[in-house]
């Protein structure tokens, strides 16, 4: 048995669940999403918690056991508290803005690269070289920060770009002529 499935995803206070035939639809105080189930996995509501289950123990459906319990698990946690994901620029004269509900990024290009914000999805600037984006739904706040990443991957000579908060760069040395002097 999956180990991952076999967790209970505990519901916190105010966190409706509504199972339907194929879907499930978790509300909260941040709003609402909306997860299909495969036909193998069945979802109940037992005790405050949600228990995923499957039909067999074929590899298709071991799969989806954990994979279900993990979307269930993120949508309780996007619909209580919400997902960020930090953006951090490095470069000289790289640096982005909020246009309405739109991200104007300006990173080394001719012209400047607008992104436009999705349904559900917030774009908060509090310095130029810094973008958070906040959602409730896990797989589009990743999504739409891989888009914002892509405007201007870090390079590695120098490291300007657009990285995630936490990502390490490797460092290439760069050419090995200046060292030697020749």
Request: aromatic share 4%; net charge positive; no cysteine.
């Amino acid at each position: 048995m999956s180990r991952i499935g076999r967790k209970p995803v505990p519901l916190p206070s105010g966190v409706q669940v509504n199972i339907g035939e194929s879907e499930v639809t978790v509300k909260g105080s941040k709003g609402q999403l909306a997860q299909r189930i495969p036909g193998p996995i069945t979802v109940a509501q037992e005790d405050g918690t949600l228990v995923v289950r499957r039909a067999s123990d074929a590899p298709d459906d071991r799969a989806l056991h954990g994979l279900i319990r993990s979307l269930l698990a993120n949508m309780v946690t996007g619909v209580t508290t919400g997902f960020t994901k930090v953006l951090v620029i490095t470069g000289v004269g790289y640096r982005a803005a909020k246009d309405g509900n739109n991200l104007r990024l300006t990173v080394g290009y001719s012209h400047p690269v607008d992104i436009p914000a999705p349904e559900g999805i917030t774009f908060n600037v509090p310095a130029p070289t810094r973008i958070e984006v906040s959602g409730i739904n896990k797989e589009l706040v990743g999504e739409v920060a891989a888009k914002i990443r892509s405007a201007r991957p870090p390079e590695p000579y120098l490291g300007k770009g657009i990285r995630y908060e936490n990502e390490v760069i490797r460092r290439k040395a760069g050419k090995a002529g200046k060292v030697g002097g020749k």
